[in-house]
Each structure stands twice: as structure tokens, then as C-alpha cells.
């Protein structure tokens, strides 16, 4: 059975950090593309960041670029979003995928598998 657990959100103040972890379990890891997705109350899912099998490509959406990173432990079976200078518009449930092919992806549409979502809301 395929589990992806997310774990680390949490609410935070404006301007701090968190990190955010989804480790998996079921599969091969070290061949899959990561990535998250977010979503806020009323509005769609929307790409966040993704990593490729290697973790020698990234891509990220324009409004994280510069504040977010993703980064993957291939021998945990881990993929982590770090997230600085945080604001209240990534207040959100942020989720974790993964593409079975390897490659980066921006959208959910060849996303094989999810996780659950953790919240993660910043307010001051």
C-alpha cells in the first residue's frame, strides 16, 4: 500500500520559517518526482514547488520563488518544503505528490499519488 505522510505544518507568525516533510512508503522512492501543491479554503490546488527523481532539478511557482525549497533524502524516502519569510497568503493545506515517471511537473494532471495534507496557517 502507497502512503505519503506530510508532516511539520503548524501556525506561524508572518516572517518565520517551517519546514514541512512527506515521507513515503509503498514504492520506490528514489524514482519518483516529488512535489507539493497548496490549497486554500475556496480556491483550488495549486502548484507549489517539484523535485526530479535526482534532485538535480526543481521547479517552483513564481510566488514562492526566492522563499521556498524543495529538497529530497532519497535514502529516507523524504521530500521536505522549506519555507522562509512566510505570509499569510500561503495559509493553505499543503500536500505532497508524487509522479511515478520521474519528471518535474507543475500541474496535477500526471500525479500518481497524494498525501493527506497538513495545514500550515500564518497569522499574526
Known amino acids: 500500500q502507497v502512503q505519503l505522510v506530510e508532516s511539520g505544518g503548524g501556525l506561524v507568525q508572518p516572517g518565520v520559517s517551517l519546514r514541512l516533510s512527506c515521507t513515503t512508503s509503498g514504492r520506490t522512492f528514489s524514482t519518483d518526482a516529488m512535489g507539493w501543491f497548496r490549497q486554500a479554503p475556496g480556491t483550488g490546488r495549486e502548484f507549489v514547488a517539484s523535485?526530479?527523481?535526482?534532485?538535480?532539478?526543481?521547479i517552483y511557482a513564481d510566488s514562492v520563488k526566492g522563499r521556498f525549497t524543495i529538497s529530497r533524502d532519497n535514502a529516507k524516502n523524504t521530500v521536505y518544503l522549506q519555507m522562509n519569510s512566510l505570509k499569510p497568503e500561503d495559509t493553505a493545506v499543503y500536500y505532497c505528490?508524487?509522479?511515478?515517471?520521474?519528471?518535474?511537473?507543475?500541474?496535477?494532471?500526471?500525479?500518481?499519488?497524494w498525501g493527506q495534507g497538513t495545514q500550515v496557517t500564518v497569522s499574526s
Open positions: 505528490a508524487a509522479r511515478s515517471d520521474g519528471a518535474l511537473f507543475i500541474t496535477s494532471t500526471r500525479i500518481d499519488y
Open positions: 523535485i526530479n527523481w535526482s534532485g538535480r532539478s526543481t
